[in-house]
């Protein structure tokens, strides 16, 4: 039997262990919910001490992120190579990797600014990251605290340990449990839609990545790419006109540039399909 497939260990219980594996999920995903309002709340305290902002996001994220990593290591008592296994990867399933990453990344940023330009933005705040951006930080140094950082400590957690405790159910049920989860505390974090459909759907592939592969380290790379792109095109922005990014939250889409969104957004959808279709098939389960 494949791990992950059935429920068939429990002789004929399927019904009841799902029940109780959702129940288990749900209990712990109220729990993280607690932690993620409490540890806000201390990160507020640390703000009104007049600690730098920055520096105020990233202790909240490693603790939103490593605290429950840290207690489920302890708790479950196994091996780390069991809990977040690193099984061998041959070099073309890297390369179709890598293409699915960019392909994906390019494709979710092209077609949220196409849908953004026509529903409009479902937040008037400026994020965090682009106020990051205008205080002056250089990139290295975003990059390495909310890009390496939240790379490893969130694919750690949502798809070593989440994956592990779904790991009874269908790869399908797993996934989608997978994305929504990842998707929830990420809007938690960052309100808004599009926050919401990009993790949701991220969450999604990179679950089916990390179940394909069983290397914990091929969701972390994924998840580092889809940041490479998305800060460093912040950046780029920045560089290429001051303000640009503000400029394009806060002002109308022209209709040309929502066509060639959706234009590019296709073409990289596609180009993602068929990569995705050739490597479940070159792929070993």
Same mark, same amino acid.
Not at 151 to 161: N, T, V
């Given at each position: 039997?494949?791990?992950?497939?059935?429920?068939?260990?429990?002789?004929?219980? +399927?019904?009841?262990?799902?029940?109780?594996?959702? !129940?288990?999920?749900?209990? !712990? #995903?109220?729990?993280?919910?607690?932690?993620?309002?409490?540890?806000?709340?201390?990160?507020?305290?640390?703000? =009104?001490?007049?600690?730098?902002?920055?520096? !105020?996001?990233?202790?909240?994220?490693? #603790?939103?992120?490593?605290?429950?990593?840290?207690?489920?290591?302890? %708790?479950?008592?196994?091996?780390?190579?069991?809990? #977040?296994?690193?099984?061998?990867? +041959? %070099? +073309?399933?890297?390369?179709?990797?890598?293409?699915?990453? *960019?392909?994906?990344?390019?494709?979710?940023?092209?077609?949220?600014?196409?849908?953004?330009?026509?529903?409009?933005?479902? =937040?008037?705040?400026?994020?965090?990251?682009?106020?990051?951006?205008?205080?002056?930080?250089?990139?290295?140094?975003?990059?390495?605290?909310?890009?390496?950082?939240?790379?490893?400590?969130?694919?750690?957690?949502?798809?070593?340990?989440?994956? /592990?405790?779904?790991?009874?159910?269908?790869?399908?049920?797993?996934?989608?449990? /997978?994305?929504?989860?990842?998707?929830? *505390? =990420?809007?938690?974090?960052?309100?808004?839609?599009?926050?919401?459909?990009?993790?949701?759907?991220?969450?999604?592939?990179?679950?089916?990545?990390?179940?394909?592969?069983? /290397?914990?380290?091929?969701?972390?790379?994924?998840? %580092?790419?889809?940041?490479?792109?998305?800060?460093?095109?912040?950046?780029?922005?920045?560089?290429?006109?001051?303000?640009?990014?503000?400029?394009?939250?806060?002002?109308?889409?022209?209709?040309?540039?929502?066509?060639? =969104?959706?234009?590019?957004?296709?073409?990289?959808?596609?180009?993602?399909?068929?990569?995705?279709? +050739?490597?479940?098939? /070159?792929?070993?389960?």
């Amino acid at each position: 039997m494949k791990e992950g497939n059935d429920l068939s260990l429990f002789s004929g219980r +399927k019904n009841y262990a799902e029940n109780i594996y959702i !129940g288990k999920f749900f209990v !712990g #995903f109220i729990a993280y919910i607690l932690l993620v309002h409490t540890v806000f709340n201390f990160t507020n305290l640390i703000s =009104s001490l007049e600690i730098s902002e920055i520096w !105020g996001v990233f202790m909240f994220e490693v #603790f939103v992120y490593a605290v429950p990593i840290v207690v489920y290591v302890v %708790l479950k008592k196994e091996s780390l190579k069991t809990l #977040f296994p690193c099984e061998p990867v +041959k %070099l +073309k399933t890297v390369l179709l990797l890598l293409g699915l990453a *960019i392909s994906s990344s390019l494709a979710l940023s092209t077609l949220m600014v196409a849908i953004v330009g026509i529903l409009g933005h479902s =937040s008037t705040d400026i994020p965090f990251l682009i106020q990051v951006i205008g205080d002056g930080y250089p990139f290295y140094v975003v990059f390495l605290l909310f890009g390496v950082s939240t790379a490893i400590l969130a694919e750690l957690l949502f798809r070593g340990i989440v994956c /592990n405790e779904l790991k009874f159910f269908n790869l399908r049920k797993s996934a989608i449990i /997978n994305g929504v989860f990842f998707a929830s *505390i =990420s809007t938690f974090l960052v309100p808004s839609v599009e926050v919401a459909i990009v993790t949701l759907v991220s969450g999604f592939l990179l679950a089916y990545a990390f179940h394909y592969t069983k /290397n914990i380290f091929v969701p972390i790379a994924l998840h %580092l790419i889809h940041a490479v792109i998305a800060i460093g095109s912040a950046y780029i922005l920045q560089e290429l006109e001051e303000n640009a990014v503000e400029y394009i939250m806060f002002t109308e889409t022209a209709t040309e540039d929502i066509i060639m =969104s959706i234009i590019t957004g296709v073409f990289f959808t596609i180009i993602f399909v068929f990569l995705a279709r +050739k490597f479940v098939r /070159n792929i070993t389960i």
